[in-house]
């Protein structure tokens, strides 16, 4: 069982920046992933990177989001630049514990979660 411990959470300004990391227990060996929940609203991906570094992000975030990680320290970032109000949420980590056919953008292609950090972006 690996377990996910999420950082970095805070407010800012809008414009302004935060970098989220996410620390595993064990090595995790699939791809990772962020998701993020505001108030009243279903859950949503983020980004993702697979163990080789592939990522893949939401158009929302695209260009303003970096996805990275470091399987030596079993850790994943997201350096969240220009933020928005509208990127006000609680965010989660996600990591597979076998890999999927899929995408890898919804909930379900996830085992393990972490407890979520919020980040809130005042306008």
């Known amino acids: 069982q690996v377990q996910l411990v999420e950082s970095g959470g805070g407010l800012v300004q809008a414009g302004g920046s935060l970098r989220l990391s996410c620390a595993a227990s064990?090595?995790?060996?699939?791809?990772m992933g962020w998701f993020r929940q505001a108030p009243g609203k279903e859950r949503e991906f983020v980004a993702r990177i697979t163990y080789g570094g592939t990522t893949y992000y939401a158009d929302s975030v695209k260009g303003r989001f970096t996805i990275s990680r470091d399987n030596d320290k079993n850790t994943q970032y997201l350096q969240m630049n220009s933020l928005k109000p509208e990127d006000t949420a609680v965010y989660y980590c996600a990591a597979e514990a076998w890999p999927r056919a899929r995408l890898g953008t919804a909930p379900r292609d996830y085992d393990y979660w972490g407890q979520g950090t919020q980040v809130t972006v005042s306008s």
């Open positions: 064990g090595r995790t060996r699939y791809a």
